[in-house]
């Protein structure tokens, strides 16, 4: 049985790895600690930790494993994730007394995992799965919405989802991956069946074609990826978390950290999501330099100018509550779709991968 800890043993006993991970930093739903007086409600870890004042987070931080030492940041190359790579450049992990060192990484799954890394983005798509399953990952907050859409033909006579019912739908990075997940949830929203649906695994390099000739006949994709095919007709958006209402005000990806890293560095995390945050409100306002940042750094390639139409499209600007909700939202989804295999509620899942550590 775990011991109650007033604020103030708390505090003091933050700089001890084991004794943070006991009392469980991993979710927002974590152990209670706190005063059990009438006088004082008790509060979890991350409430502590998010409610700290400056004076108690910088004695906090100095006795953390991870102070003084550089940060490992994993990224895919995405600019929907640019974000980190802009908060090194323009100062904001710096202001925080952080620092990072970037990586190229092809899984954030794999490299949280295996600890290799501290943190990363990717999906929702990709990571809320692997982390329920008890893959070490705990997110902190969101990154931007938008990135994909389901597309066919734009000669094509299909027009909603409905349209595609017993049809051949591409997935380019599997069956059973983020872009089934994806899509599934968008024929939820239309209230068809997507077991109607002949889910067929695809090759990016050959989907344009696959289309075209009839073996497939929609195609879940990127809208960068798919943007000069749309732009000149070829192909035509049916579904989006880009483009449509429901979905546009969703973030799409999260910031993750290894379990281990923030439950033994709490504060670390804290003012490294805090950092993120502040730096995805810049990006919002100055889109057109972040992208300029993204190329001079090799963050981004391709085209610059179909970046920058991409990145003006996504919302970097969303809250903290809106990464709930989205959270809560494909929960509740992937409990339907039985992607997600757990008795639990929402709540208690979402309790097991959400670390709130900022406030907006």
Same mark, same amino acid.
Request: hydrophobic fraction near 40%; charged fraction near 25%.
């Given at each position: 049985?775990?011991?109650?800890?007033?604020?103030?043993?708390?505090?003091?006993?933050?700089?001890?790895?084991?004794?943070?991970?006991?009392?469980?930093?991993?979710?927002?739903?974590?152990?209670?600690?706190?005063?059990?007086?009438?006088?004082?409600?008790?509060?979890?870890?991350?409430?502590?930790?998010?409610?700290?004042?400056?004076?108690?987070?910088?004695?906090?931080?100095?006795?953390?494993?991870?102070?003084?030492?550089?940060?490992?940041?994993?990224?895919?190359?995405?600019?929907?994730?640019?974000?980190?790579?802009?908060?090194?450049?323009?100062?904001?992990?710096?202001?925080?007394?952080?620092?990072?060192?970037?990586? %190229? +990484?092809?899984?954030?799954?794999?490299? &949280?995992? /295996? *600890?290799?890394? @501290?943190? !990363?983005?990717?999906?929702?798509?990709?990571?809320?799965?692997?982390?329920?399953?008890?893959?070490?990952?705990?997110?902190?907050?969101?990154?931007?919405?938008?990135?994909?859409?389901?597309?066919?033909?734009?000669?094509?006579?299909?027009?909603?989802?409905?349209?595609?019912?017993?049809?051949?739908?591409?997935?380019?990075?599997?069956?059973?991956?983020?872009?089934?997940?994806?899509?599934?949830?968008?024929?939820?929203?239309?209230?068809?069946?997507?077991?109607?649906?002949?889910?067929?695994?695809? %090759? +990016?390099?050959?989907?344009?074609?696959? &289309?075209? /000739? *009839?073996?497939? @006949?929609? !195609?879940?994709?990127?809208?960068?990826?798919?943007?000069?095919?749309?732009?000149?007709?070829?192909?035509?958006?049916?579904?989006?978390?880009?483009?449509?209402?429901?979905?546009?005000?969703?973030?799409?990806?999260?910031?993750?950290?290894?379990?281990?890293?923030?439950?033994?560095?709490?504060?670390?995390?804290?003012?490294?999501?805090?950092?993120?945050?502040?730096?995805?409100?810049?990006?919002?306002?100055?889109?057109?330099?972040?992208?300029?940042?993204?190329?001079?750094?090799?963050?981004?390639?391709?085209?610059?100018?179909?970046?920058?139409?991409?990145?003006?499209?996504?919302?970097?600007?969303?809250?903290?509550?809106?990464?709930?909700?989205?959270?809560?939202?494909?929960?509740?989804?992937?409990?339907?779709?039985?992607?997600?295999?757990?008795?639990?509620?929402?709540?208690?899942?979402?309790?097991?991968?959400?670390?709130?550590?900022?406030?907006?």
């Amino acid at each position: 049985m775990k011991k109650n800890l007033s604020r103030h043993d708390f505090l003091s006993l933050m700089g001890s790895s084991a004794v943070v991970a006991g009392l469980g930093l991993t979710a927002c739903g974590g152990t209670q600690v706190g005063n059990t007086g009438a006088d004082e409600t008790a509060k979890s870890t991350n409430e502590i930790v998010r409610d700290m004042t400056a004076d108690e987070e910088k004695a906090a931080w100095e006795k953390e494993p991870a102070y003084g030492k550089a940060i490992t940041v994993g990224y895919n190359g995405g600019a929907c994730l640019g974000t980190f790579g802009i908060a090194d450049v323009k100062g904001f992990y710096g202001d925080e007394g952080l620092e990072v060192n970037i990586v %190229s +990484t092809t899984s954030a799954t794999d490299g &949280l995992g /295996s *600890g290799k890394i @501290d943190v !990363a983005g990717d999906h929702i798509a990709t990571l809320l799965v692997p982390a329920v399953n008890g893959v070490k990952m705990t997110f902190t907050t969101g990154c931007a919405s938008g990135c994909k859409s389901l597309y066919v033909l734009g000669s094509s006579d299909y027009q909603t989802t409905a349209d595609l019912a017993d049809k051949k739908v591409g997935l380019t990075d599997g069956i059973g991956a983020s872009d089934n997940n994806i899509a599934m949830r968008f024929f939820a929203a239309d209230d068809v069946d997507f077991k109607d649906v002949q889910w067929t695994a695809a %090759s +990016t390099d050959a989907v344009v074609q696959a &289309l075209q /000739s *009839g073996e497939l @006949d929609a !195609a879940m994709l990127s809208d960068q990826f798919a943007y000069k095919f749309a732009q000149d007709g070829t192909l035509r958006i049916i579904r989006s978390l880009t483009y449509d209402e429901d979905f546009m005000k969703e973030y799409c990806c999260v910031v993750a950290f290894n379990s281990d890293f923030l439950e033994a560095n709490p504060v670390t995390c804290k003012k490294f999501t805090r950092a993120f945050h502040k730096a995805d409100l810049w990006l919002q306002d100055n889109k057109e330099e972040a992208v300029d940042l993204m190329f001079e750094n090799n963050w981004a390639s391709g085209d610059k100018d179909i970046c920058l139409d991409m990145v003006n499209h996504f919302d970097f600007g969303l809250t903290q509550k809106d990464c709930e909700q989205t959270l809560i939202n494909t929960i509740e989804d992937y409990k339907k779709f039985g992607v997600i295999d757990s008795s639990d509620d929402e709540q208690t899942i979402l309790n097991k991968v959400w670390a709130p550590l900022i406030e907006d």
